[in-house]
């Protein structure tokens, strides 16, 4: 079963910052969070991920809480082709490993 | 490209009939994964290889199911004597082995079992 739990869907205006909550409150303390997303069609996209500090790319940036219980995915100016399925994920090692346990994701819409 | 391709995209075939997929991951990649996904789920890990070890299988993968990645490079997935219930996409992703590692994942084959 997925270690995290998101909204089912959400709604964003293009241009406009998107933030997409995560609960992940049994996290261990070695496990990180992995944010992928997956658009209609294709196979899923890493787009960033962290331990304890936040996070930022040229995709999105990462802000995780102090306990480590939640996060949250920022796309700071989200365009039509940010509308995806995306995952948050705990990482669960197998023999070193990512064994990347996907739970149904939130599904984002990005309106003109 | 030198992203992870799979071939062939689509698969339509009949229930009982073995079917074959194959995953040509980014060269320089020593770790293999292998993910099915059925409509309005997200992925599931069914198996995955470092080099040409495949060193760890999901309670999902049946004796149906037989992959492998021979010396180390693509990888096949088989399955055997189909059943309607195998129609998903199946999806395979290549990485750096890492403590924090990315997978790169393939644009996934679509196998309908009529």
């Known amino acids: 079963d997925a270690k995290t739990t998101q909204p089912p869907s959400m709604d964003c205006a293009e241009g406009r910052a998107a933030n997409l909550p995560c609960n992940h409150s049994?996290?261990?303390?070695?496990?990180?969070v992995y944010w992928y997303r997956q658009i209609h069609s294709q196979g899923p996209q890493y787009i960033i991920h962290g331990l304890k500090n936040n996070e930022t790319n040229e995709m999105a940036s990462l802000i995780i809480t102090e306990d480590r219980k939640s996060s949250t995915l920022i796309l700071p100016h989200a365009t039509l082709r940010d509308t995806a399925v995306y995952y948050c994920i705990v990482s669960a090692l197998i023999q070193g490993a990512q064994k990347l346990v996907f739970g149904q994701g939130t599904r984002l819409t990005i309106n003109p | 490209d030198t992203g992870v391709s799979q071939d062939p995209r689509h698969k339509i075939t009949k229930r009982g009939q073995n079917v074959t997929f194959r995953c040509d991951p980014i060269s320089e990649h020593n770790r293999l994964y292998w993910y099915r996904q059925t409509l309005g789920q997200g992925p599931e890990f069914l198996t995955y290889?470092?080099?040409?070890?495949?060193?760890?299988k999901s309670r999902l993968l049946s004796d149906r199911f037989s992959a492998e990645r021979p010396k180390g490079s693509f990888s096949t997935l088989e399955i055997q004597r189909t059943e309607q219930g195998d129609s998903a996409m199946y999806l395979c992703a290549s990485s750096v082995a890492a403590t924090n590692e990315k997978l790169f994942f393939g644009s996934g084959t679509q196998l309908s079992v009529l």
């Open positions: 290889f470092q080099n040409e070890a495949q060193l760890e």
């Open positions: 049994t996290i261990s303390g070695n496990e990180y």
